[in-house]
């Protein structure tokens, strides 16, 4: 009998330990002795916050949280948008939202979607620089496309032979590229390894992530931005070009999400990748009713149900679906706490 008590008491003493060890957030140990989460309740990065908004005053009802300065401090963000209006000639202009004012902060190694508007409403104009020119000269109106990039631009005025003031550039034409009006062989051009080249605006993203080109064409754009540090500020900088003349871009709705975070539904046929953070030592991956194939890299695997794989480091991870419908798949990722 006494032995028998002795047990119970020696079963609820261990309830009792474990009990309080879950109570006070204590976690298991790696084999280094540092805690580790574990188990869905205790995700680094759940599905609760799928979709994650980082930037604040999105549509600059207000714009507290937003800054404008530069060399050229040519941004304006007051009247309910960002707009930048050319000044002077190669002159850099800073629109920025510091770490402190975001809704949430960036991890290291995370990557982003860059969702933002723009409005043309005065074209940027800049000039085109070539070292042939065509046997007949571009008129006002040609669109001019690289034959290799497929990158267009529209003709406003004619220089000289070799410099022609264009607008609505839809991006950087490849070097060493036959050039001009597509379908017109007078108005064809095959440069040379340095051309063409155009002096006119750049915008680029920054700050927490290395210097990433944006598009500056009228509509709806979506850019894949990696991050390079956690914290730090967003800045978007419009750079005139040596013979920009003229320009007003105007930036709204301008939002930075996770781009991958659970849930994630990918088309049949689709692969996507991802980052995983450095401090992640954990991936769980798992999809909805639907056999999908993970890989790191190193080696793959085929699921149909949720699989732990761990990690060691910054890794690339993909996942394929070529099920034959669309697929659901949760992720998340265990850390060790303290990292």
Known sequence: MKKKLLIVLVILAMFV????????????KDANGESIQAGRSWQMYSNAITALE???ENDFATHADWATGGTGADFVDTGGNATWTFGLVSEASTLTQANAGMIESVRDVQVLQLKYTVAI?????ETLT??????????????????TSGITSIVVSKTDATHYVVKTVTGTYTLDEIIGVTGTSAKLADQGAAHPTIAGVTVAASGICAS???PQTAGTHEVDILTTSAGGAFVITVTSGAATSAGVLVFDDIYLTSKYESPLTIATGTDISFTIPDEAVELIVDPVGTEIRVENGVCYYILTTGRAMGCSGTETITIANDSGGDATVYFYYNMIIGR
């Open 17 to 28: 330990v474990a009990n309080t060890e879950i109570n006070s957030g204590k976690l298991s």
């Open 130 to 147: 070539l070292d042939v020119s065509p046997a007949t000269d571009w008129a006002a109106a040609d669109v001019v496309t690289g034959q």
């Open 54 to 56: 980082h930037l604040d």
């Open 212 to 214: 990433t080109t944006l």
């Open 121 to 125: 409403t005065t074209d940027v104009e």
